[in-house]
């Protein structure tokens, strides 16, 4: 097995890449909600602190189905993967956690615009009628932890 160092250096500017997303922001609506049209995973953690987001009673069948409450598992997986750098053979625990994250951070960008406006409107009008966009932050994002898994995989890097 070939030395990890390239490939560290690479995931860990990849993973603090993806864990600058949490404040930037990852989805724009047209019309303010909350005095906000662009929302970042903190912006929306802060919301749902406050009680102003989660309609407990209309999300509780999808709660945990629901991209949008993915999304903060996708950030903690990207935070394992970080101290997992720190471990002297990383390699299977990223290949885990990049399969694992990128299968939700790939179903988060596939479904989260349908959950965020459940989540903000509690129906899918905005979302019919454009009003709901992703951010370069969702994208970038999205595509943090299935990059994890290739480095993870892929050893040529390293020569």
Known sequence: MKPFKTRRRLAFVILVLGLWTFFEPLV????PI???TQWSAWNIVSQLRDGRLLHLPDMLPDLFLNSVFLIPWSYLLMLLALLALCLPRPQKVLRAIGGIGGIISL???WWAHFDFSMLFFKS???LEKGG????LAMYVYAAVLPAILCISINESLDS
């Open 28 to 31: 724009t609506f047209s019309k």
């Open 34 to 36: 909350y005095g906000r």
């Open 124 to 126: 899918v009008d905005m």
């Open 107 to 109: 179903e988060n960008l």
């Open 132 to 135: 709901i966009r992703y951010a």
